[in-house]
């Protein structure tokens, strides 16, 4: 293991770091972070995989065998990253190293991450270390969006029986953001409303869609929102309305449609969530008919174990590198972990550096976190692959 270490190579994290930053990746646009990867990964030998899973949008992946048959671990991040936005006090597509920060966009959510996991990979390359079974990255487009690349990648048997997954997302074990011992869920509804149209000095000949969209809007807390032990409650929040007139009428609308974002806890199904909108509806009387649908993104939650042999190897790897026991919390988000595990039963884990500005301008990461990340990622899968 010491000889393993000490290829680790903390100046070609901050490389690596730097170049994806200066490489836009925002959704949709992710093919060429995708290749640069893809470059990388082949110059440490490891067999290479582009599975497009629309036009310009490649899913990346590198595969190292080991000498025997075993486990099969992957390291996963998504590739793309959401706009640059306003108000940044450097190039967001040109990294800035400032008071031992990493400023940039995509520099903690997740390009930092990819760059340890890389580090990681390539030390192993280098060493010639032995292990059994497989150790993998994957990078996927889309997680910032509707997760089709996580789902194209299920689509794959043989991403479907990986043993286990370390996401390089920047849950740093602290008090900043804890491990997540589970997440919760989520819906999206998308409710459509049909009335009446009629003149609008007359609204009692016809039926107004955009108030009794606004009924039900009005009456979201109404919904029954399971309780569990550990997450608490999920929520319920509005995002988008729709309705009327174009361009001005005085018409009674007939037609409206809204989308309310529902977090869900473990106990609450996405069949669940339909049945308990649609009985809130049944329950006010409206006159419009209501069709209650979801349209992706959707996810269901799911819990872990402090005692799942991944958790438990996470758990030393901290306590070795970083001198005290990482937090856990049970996490309000979604990662593709909510796919891999709480789709598809593969256990899960989240370990990166330190995040700061995740989806704001001068977005950031301390560097002081990107050795001790790309250590963890190492004695992680040595401890797992043998």
């Known amino acids: ?101 990493l400023y940039g966009r995509g520099a903690c959510d997740m390009k930092t991450g990819i760059a340890c996991s890389l580090n990681m990979l390539k030390a192993v390359a280098d060493s010639g270390v032995e292990f059994n079974g497989e150790l993998s990255f994957s990078g996927v487009v889309d997680q910032e969006a509707t997760d089709i ?43 459509n409303v049909k009335g009446k149209a009629a003149h609008g000095f007359r609204p009692h000949l016809g039926v107004n869609a955009v108030e009794d969209a606004a009924r039900i809007i009005a009456n979201l807390d109404k919904l029954k929102l399971m309780e569990h032990p550990d997450f608490g409650t999920g929520t319920v929040c509005t995002l988008k309305t729709e309705g009327g007139y174009k361009k001005y009428s005085v018409v009674v609308p007939e037609s409206a449609r809204f989308e309310v974002n529902r977090l869900l806890v473990p106990g609450e199904t996405i069949q669940y969530t339909l049945d308990d909108m649609k009985r809130l509806v049944g329950s006010l009387g409206l006159k419009s008919e209501v069709d209650v649908g979801v349209k992706p993104p959707k996810y269901e939650p799911y819990t872990s174990s402090r005692n799942e042999p991944l958790m438990k190897m996470l758990h030393k790897a901290y306590e070795i590198v970083m001198g005290v026991e990482p937090l856990y919390e049970h996490a309000y988000g979604i990662t593709n972990a909510n796919i891999f595990q709480g789709e598809q039963g593969i256990p899960c884990i989240h370990i990166g550096p330190q995040r700061g500005g995740a989806h704001q301008p001068n977005e950031h990461v301390k560097l002081e976190w990107l050795p001790p990340v790309s250590e963890m990622y190492t004695r992680i899968a040595m401890a797992y692959l043998n």
């Not at 067999?47 to 099969?72: D, F, T």
């Not at 990648?153 to 043989?158: D, F, I």
């Not at 479907?160 to 919760?184: A, F, H, N």
């Open 1 to 101: 293991m010491i000889d393993l270490l000490k290829k680790l190579d903390d100046s070609y994290t901050i490389q690596l770091s730097e170049e994806m930053i200066a490489i836009p990746s925002v959704t949709g646009d992710e093919e060429a972070l995708a290749l640069y990867i893809k470059d990388k990964l082949e110059s440490y030998g490891m067999e290479i995989e582009l599975n497009y899973v629309s036009p310009g949008r490649p899913n990346v992946h590198g595969v190292l065998k080991g000498s025997k048959p075993g486990k099969r671990l992957d390291y996963n991040a998504h590739t793309d990253t959401v706009p640059a936005g306003d108000d940044w006090l450097t190039d967001p597509f040109k990294a800035v190293i400032k008071d031992g920060k």
């Open 149 to 191: 690349g996580a789902w194209a990648m299920m689509e794959q048997e043989k991403w479907r029986s990986l043993d286990g997954v370390v996401l390089t997302y920047s849950y740093c074990g602290d008090e900043t953001k804890p491990i997540p011992l589970g997440l919760t869920g989520k819906v999206l509804y998308n409710i």
